[in-house]
């Protein structure tokens, strides 16, 4: 896959930090309720930490109690790409940024109180936040 923003793994390992590295470049994923922006409330814009790309708004920032931020919808659907992903033995559906192929986290459909019904599990070492 060839995205728009594309750079070697020494260009991201130069930009990022290890933790960022881990989870955005080796789809790793943070511990559980330690992110910053797990318990961010105020209005504002979710992007992705490698390349700039405005993935979320706050006003579908939901609290789901799984302890990383979720989001019921994407800004648009191009803003994300989801993939399978049967690591670990399990089936679920991975979500990268699509403008850089960066991993962010994953999507569910278990989240019935939310009008998607989807919850987009993300870690918070993926994303950045702008107030405005």
């Known amino acids: ?12 390992r130069a ?8 989870v955005l470049r080796q ?8 992110g910053e922006l797990l318990d961010e409330k105020r209005e504002g814009v979710y992007r992705c930490r490698a390349c700039g790309n405005e993935l979320f708004r706050s006003e579908t920032k939901f609290d789901s109690h799984c302890g990383w931020p979720s989001f019921y ?5 191009d803003r994300v ?8 033995g399990m089936v679920r559906t991975e979500v990268r940024c699509a403008r850089c192929g960066s991993h962010l986290g994953h999507v ?12 987009f599990c993300m870690n918070s070492v993926s994303l950045t936040f702008d107030e405005v």
Do not use: C, N
């Open 27 to 34: 789809a790793g994923t943070e511990r559980a309720w330690t």
């Open 108 to 119: 569910f459909d278990d989240a019935p109180q939310t009008p998607t019904g989807d919850r």
């Open 73 to 77: 919808s994407p800004l648009a659907g």
């Open 81 to 88: 790409e989801l993939i399978e992903d049967r690591a670990h």
């Open 1 to 12: 896959m060839t995205y728009e923003v594309s750079k070697t793994d020494e260009q991201w």
């Open 15 to 22: 930009e990022l930090d290890p933790a960022e590295y881990a």
